[in-house]
């Protein structure tokens, strides 16, 4: 396996047997022939509005990676001994993730504040939230003081390449002289995490970037190598909101398997909106005649909540075709097929302007694959 020739012989020979199983069969053979590995691969001394680089090792299937970013924000007051954090902070100092695969497709292209809403939807946790001391997806202390107090920060975010842990689908074939992945992680300043307030001064310092990888060996019989002809994609945009109706154009020739949405106001810097700025129901629409999803805010709001254990933030929503009654594990029965579309749109009538971030999760088929 440790050649171009030898991986690509055995992935024709698996995509050949692969044609007579079906997809559960695929996943039990696989799930009995290969073994999984979490390894802390690098880590990188970063800065504010930097970029640091991960060319990923040539080893194994790529099941996805989990980024861990930490470092020191100092914050200087002259009589207050507390500063508030931006509203999603640690996670918003990740201006952008992009992981890249062979330089034609982006699995990831997302903000830090987007992956905060979408992790909340694939780890089945109650919803994430910083603390300020311990253990926890994101710790952020939160102390000031005239002299300066320097705050250890650190949070995770996971890029899963595969749709979830029981379907192998979507991994990548790191295994390969022809295939090149990497991981650009871009920071923002500090700034992001502690918004400018009077008679406060803020600093970061020692802040480092450290990725680890979660792979697969890659089994040694034909029948349980699993299909890597579907790609994943999870991506992010933004768009202008204006008072009245608004209507944004997605992308189409894809597979929706989920699509979120963070809706801000107008202020410096922008924060949440409050629910009631969507006067309307939230629709999706199929070429104009079809819309499939059709629902009030708050009945969007409360089925997230089942689907989370617990609220999502204010001027959050999200859409899972993946849930038939267990959040990410679902079948395909609900995803959106947007290969035969020509339009596919988010439509609802605001009471303010203001920015609106679309993240979704996507499938795509290789056709080279």
């Known amino acids: 396996m440790g050649t171009a020739t030898q991986t690509a012989a055995n992935s024709a020979s698996a995509t050949a047997a692969n044609q007579k199983l079906t ?53 200087t007051h002259a009589s207050l001994t507390a500063y508030t954090p931006q509203e999603d902070a640690p996670y918003s100092y990740i201006s952008n993730m992009a ?43 939160l102390v000031s003081s005239v002299g300066g107090t320097a705050n250890a920060f650190k949070f995770f975010v996971w890029l899963p390449n595969m749709l979830n842990e029981r379907d192998p689908v979507s991994l990548i074939l790191l295994q390969s002289d022809e295939t090149i992945v990497n991981v650009n992680v ?5 700034n992001d ?20 990888t979660d792979t ?8 349980a190598f699993p299909d890597i002809s579907v790609l994943k994609l999870v991506q992010e945009r933004t768009y202008p909101v ?46 104009q005649a079809d819309i499939p999803y059709n629902i009030a805010p708050d ?26 009654g267990v959040p990410n594990y679902g079948s395909s029965r609900d995803y959106i097929d947007t290969s035969t579309l020509t339009e596919f749109w988010l439509k609802f009538t605001s009471s303010a302007a203001g920015t609106l971030r679309v993240w979704s999760e996507c499938t795509v088929r290789l056709t080279n694959s």
């Open 186 to 190: 871009t920071l923002g300043t500090m």
């Open 216 to 223: 697969y060996t890659v089994p040694a019989v034909a029948a």
């Open 299 to 324: 009945q969007l709001a409360d089925i997230n909540a089942k689907e989370c254990g617990g609220a999502m933030p204010n001027g959050s929503w999200y859409f899972d075709f993946s849930d038939n």
């Open 193 to 212: 995490i502690a918004p400018v307030v009077g008679g406060f001064t803020f600093a970061t310092s020692n802040v480092t970037v450290t990725l680890m």
């Open 23 to 75: 997809a559960a069969q695929r996943a039990a053979y696989f799930n009995k022939a290969t073994r999984r590995m979490w390894q802390n691969y690098q880590t990188q001394s970063a800065a504010d509005s930097t970029s640091v680089q991960f060319n990923l090792p040539k080893s194994r299937l790529l099941g996805g990676c989990i980024v861990k970013v930490q470092g020191i924000l100092t914050a």
């Open 242 to 287: 204006v008072i009245g109706e608004n209507v944004f154009v997605l992308s189409t020739g894809r597979t929706y398997r989920k699509i979120g949405m963070i809706l801000y106001n107008t202020a410096t810097p922008a924060v949440r909106a409050a629910d009631s700025v969507v006067t309307s129901n939230i629709q999706l629409i199929s070429n």
């Open 99 to 141: 992981m890249q695969y062979n330089a034609a497709f982006s699995p990831f292209n997302i903000s830090g504040k987007g992956l905060k809403d979408y992790n909340q939807t694939i780890l089945s946790t109650p919803i994430i939230t910083s603390t300020t001391a311990g253990r926890g997806n994101a710790v952020l202390p």
